[in-house]
């Protein structure tokens, strides 16, 4: 079973909405660092929203319009995406990592990758 199972991808027209899911496997415990990461082509992949005991952060870019949660049970994680812009295309990736780290974004220190969900968005 792998790790972490993305879904919820898809093609939306600017302003519009999407809402990612993360199946989360028993290999990742409850105290992980879970987070959610785009890579548009080309470029490096950045961080999105992550979260750990109902602590939350987001990219400067999310500006409010994205939200990260978790169910009760811990067994996936969601990335609710609203009022989207076409610079939200990309590959959508969810992530893990046990470790406590300076940067919550910082991609190299994640142990866990999701093999991605794609996100495309028309003007």
């Known amino acids: 079973q792998a790790p972490l199972v993305e879904s919820g991808g898809g093609s939306v027209q600017a302003g519009g909405s999407l809402r990612l899911s993360c199946r989360i496997s028993t290999t990742i415990s409850s105290d992980h660092f879970m987070a959610w990461f785009r890579q548009v082509l080309g470029k490096e992949r950045e961080g999105v929203a992550g979260m750990r005991s109902g602590l939350k952060y987001y990219a400067d870019f999310v500006d409010g319009r994205f939200t990260v949660s978790q169910d009760n049970a811990k067994t996936t994680l969601y990335l609710q995406m609203n009022n989207l812009n076409s610079e939200d295309t990309g590959m959508y990736y969810c992530?893990?990592?046990?470790?406590?780290?300076?940067?919550?974004?910082?991609?190299?220190?994640?142990?866990?990758w999701g093999q991605g969900t794609q996100v495309t968005v028309s003007s």
């Open positions: 992530a893990a990592r046990r470790s406590r780290e300076n940067r919550w974004d910082a991609a190299a220190t994640f142990d866990y």
